[in-house]
């Protein structure tokens, strides 16, 4: 789904064909707001590589990481990974920090990272067509808040509220295997 898709289906469930009440710029911040608080849930799926250099033991990763879920490394000249004990790193902001130092090699990672924000018009959205709805609705939701002529407002204010003290009260909590690394 486009931008451009996206702002037409909020501007239709918000009745207002054209922009009045409602400007393109602030649909537009709300569904990536919206879409952002979904990956922040459930980040996106991705694996990289880093190469190692032998005595390495502080590397840094992506700000868009969300979570991650697994670490493995492959010794220069091997071809077998091994996997990475979460006891044997700690995270600390954008850095992994080893108690051991590492020998050369490949660090494969593997977690969840946040979609960029989308601004022009051609632009999709890193979502799953089945969970595009997911934004939509975000943005229509954030539109009935601003509007305080709507009886919607009082519950929508009251949902977000809710739903922030949730977050806040469960973010970065170690969930089994998986480290949470950033949060709300």
Known sequence: MTLSEA????????????AAFYSDLEITAWLNEGNMDFHNVKGRPEIWNTTVVSGDYEIGY???VTRILKLNFISSGSTNEEFIDEDDYELYRDYIYFYTPLSAGTLIWYGETLPAVVEEEEESFEIDQEFEHAIVNYAVAKGYQKDTALPYQIPMNEYLNAK???IRKHADKTIGHVRMLKGW
């Open 7 to 18: 702002i037409t289906k909020v501007r239709y469930l918000l009745k207002e064909a054209t």
């Open 164 to 166: 922030a003290l949730w």
């Open 62 to 64: 992506p700000t868009t």
